[in-house]
């Protein structure tokens, strides 16, 4: 309220306990947070925030309204979303006497889904037309307790959640003080981003402190290792990896992942976060597996089969695993990669792909076109210079099942197309 207020808006609170209410009238602040008591304060002073335990009182004279009450966890972890509609409810029955458009922003942390309830309570109760006559959109805060001000003003984005354009509008002018950039986007997108946000907060503090734990135990300094591993903002504290997809193989991850887990056992250190992500990765490969069967197809075509893009590399390859056991399954399997050639394989690289699948000569080849015409299925493993060109004139009756994210390039497909996590 406070940063609106001091940002021009006039900003109305609605809170059904008296005290709070009263609290804000007097421009006092209601929470304990740094900065809040002289904003609420000077806010108040200048005219530009009020409070009130009517509903109606604050959604006539304002043009949008955020819902921002608690979603505490139910015993069975699911998110007790009763507040959330007994608001949209109240401000459902205020806008009935509403003749101006009106934008419900979902500001609370709720489940994916969530607006589309929020939406269909207030059509039913107003009588209003959803994306007519209001909007609800999805505007998740990432404030943080004790910088809260601070985050405001300085967020990483502000993000938006809206199926129609004029809302989105009316969002973007709530924020036009803020210089981070705005992102609009779908609701749903929107609402399950706090979740992928925080969860990766968690998993960023749990691998810190088993890393740390290892560390402590072999004497060595662990505020070292992460200090040097945070200066890495090219792999490390970035982007890289973070897109959705296959699973990862290669020489390396696989290997010094098993090694670090294998350090933590010889002393006695449980490690549950390091434990499980090579089975979330074996579990990928299945889900792999598990998709092309159910599309029961006899034919089925790879293109690629090193473990990436660009190179001839076999060893820990994760759809060599995959094509293992659709051939014990009794699929008829066709391998494009341009990279692997058999007779130039050595060393460990060569005994890896033959103690998988010894007869592999028969089923690779460097013929694109073959592999695309021999198979009803055409699995994309890599993203290899000319695939995507030749994927986007094959007959529609062929399914494109995508694991490498190249659908993109293939908008004139009008067969069936299936992404692997999109």
């Not at 062929?398 to 190249?406: E, G, M, P, R």
Request: glycine share 8%; net charge neutral.
């Amino acid at each position: 309220m406070g940063c609106l207020a001091k940002a021009g808006h006039q900003v109305i609170g609605v809170d059904p306990q008296p005290q709070k209410v009263e609290f804000i009238n007097k421009g006092r602040a209601t929470i304990i947070e740094n900065g809040i008591d002289e904003l609420i304060a000077e806010q108040h002073r200048a005219g530009n925030i009020s409070a009130t335990t009517i509903v109606a009182d604050a959604i006539q004279g304002t043009e949008a309204s955020f819902i921002c009450v608690g979603t505490p966890s139910t015993p069975t972890g699911h998110l007790d979303l009763d507040a959330v509609f007994k608001v949209a409810g109240e401000i459902a029955k205020a806008l009935i006497g509403k003749r101006d458009r009106h934008v419900v922003a979902v500001r609370s942390t709720v489940l994916p889904g969530t607006g589309d309830r929020v939406a269909k309570l207030i059509e039913e109760v107003s009588g209003r037309k959803n994306g007519v006559d209001f909007a609800v959109v999805s505007n998740p805060e990432f404030l943080r307790e004790g910088t809260s001000i601070e985050d405001f003003h300085s967020p990483p984005f502000t993000l938006v959640g809206s199926d129609f354009a004029w809302s989105t509008e009316v969002m973007r002018n709530v924020y036009t003080m803020i210089g981070a950039e705005f992102i609009a986007t779908t609701p749903r997108v929107a609402e399950i981003m706090k979740y992928a946000c925080n969860s990766f907060h968690a998993l960023k503090i749990t691998f810190a402190n088993e890393v740390g734990n290892i560390c402590k135990k072999l004497e060595i300094d662990a505020r070292e290792v992460m200090r040097i591993f945070c200066l890495d903002t090219k792999l490390n504290v970035s982007k890289a990896y973070l897109k959705p997809g296959f699973a990862y193989g290669g020489s390396c991850l696989p290997k010094d992942l098993k090694a670090l887990r294998t350090i933590a056992h010889d002393h006695y250190i449980e490690c549950p976060l390091l434990e499980s992500v090579g089975q979330s990765n074996e579990q990928q490969k299945e889900r792999v597996c598990d998709q092309i069967q159910r599309l029961r197809k006899q034919n089925v075509g790879f293109l690629g089969l090193s473990f990436k893009a660009g190179t001839d590399d076999l060893r820990e390859s994760p759809i060599v695993d995959v094509i293992e056991r659709l051939l014990g399954k009794g699929i008829n399997v066709r391998i494009y990669d341009p990279h692997v050639h058999l007779s130039q394989l050595t060393g460990a690289n060569k005994n890896y792909i033959l103690q998988k699948i010894p007869f592999i000569a028969r089923f690779i080849t460097n013929d694109l076109s073959r592999v695309i015409g021999d198979s009803e299925l055409i699995v994309v493993v890599n993203r290899e210079a000319g695939v995507a060109e030749a994927l986007a004139k094959i007959p529609t009756e062929k399914i494109i099942y995508d694991l490498a994210d190249l659908g993109r390039n293939l908008k004139d497909f009008e067969g069936s197309y299936i992404g692997i996590a999109w």
